[in-house]
């Protein structure tokens, strides 16, 4: 697994691989996946696993968990690996990873990611493109030994693959494989059988990962300020002062629920002038962003296409696909970052009063849904 001189000498002086560990007298080296679904983190999971067993002459096990099986959903991989001469039998999850792989920003601000870290830790980050560290963070608890991190969502959409398997290649990098073959051979059995069309590019996304993996300046952590924080949302929500009947404060929270996290690069773009306003888009689409109103088509009073309210896009693009008069395209989101047809939805927010105007990359923050006339049984 590991080559004398090799680069990987560098990078095991910065972190524990998973032949060290498991050299150094420990039962197990465990890795966490942290992610949202529809990012292929359990597939991902799934070829660490069977990598261990089939290339790396270890004993292994690994499986996710998850909810219900939708887009944006949060979902954790758990993998373990030991000796071959040693039976696996934990099968927990995993709580004190030494390789944590956050794939995207989105969750950093989640505590419950941060759990179970220590110095020990390594921690892979998908960065958004062109980041140099993720935004500042104020999270409570022990910091990490070390950050790492790598523009997993270019580097998917430049190989045509996907963010799973450039996560996968830089997990290997930060376990001490010096040997990518293996990843390689992984990809080819599982992804060569499901998606042949689709292997060239995994393999080219893979290899970028593992290469192009960095050590993070860690100055985006602020344990001191998230300690602070979270004593005081502590000391606000306590069996004194919680709502009463229930945790969740946000109820209907499907309509505060900002879907965006879930887009991997891609957003439909509407060309309005080329709208017949059929109404398929609207039919297709599995979330609440076309926004149809009464208006006035070829003459004809009629519901007409407004726009889209891309706070509940998840970029499945289902919608580019039914469009019969390619009024909705593919488009790159970084590409496009003032949505030109983007529009709140204005079934949802009756008052107008009652929400922040935050704009195509914004989030509806506002409390108004806490004080919904809902609230007191009346109308919404
Ligand atoms: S990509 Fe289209 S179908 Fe998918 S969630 Fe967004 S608007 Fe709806
Ligand atoms: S499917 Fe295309 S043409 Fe039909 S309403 Fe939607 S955007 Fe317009």
Known sequence: ????????????????????????????????????????????????GELGLKYL??????FSSYGSEKTGTPVKGFIRYCKKEKEIRVHSPVVEPDLLVVFHQALLKDVSVWKGCSQETAVIIALEPGQEKPDCLEISGEMPGAFYGLEAQRIAMKTHSRINVVMLGAALKLMGITDIKAGEQICIDTLGKKYPDALKGNLAGMKRGYEEVRRLDASFWNSSQGTEQNNKQKAEWGYQNAPIGGINPRFGSTVVADLSPSRQGYIPLFIKERCINCGLCHSACPDMVFQFAKGEYKGREMMVNQGLDYYHCKGCLRCVDVCPVNALVRGVESEHPNKEYFITNQELIRRPDYYEESGPDGYITSESYLTEKRMEGGEV
């Open 57 to 62: 002459d270890v004993n292994s096990s690994s």
């Open 1 to 48: 697994m590991f080559e004398k001189g090799s680069k990987m000498e560098q990078l095991k002086d910065e972190v524990i691989g998973l032949e060290e560990k498991l050299n150094s007298g420990k039962d197990y080296y465990e890795i966490r996946l942290e992610s949202i679904g529809g990012l292929g983190a359990n597939l991902c999971g799934k070829m660490l």
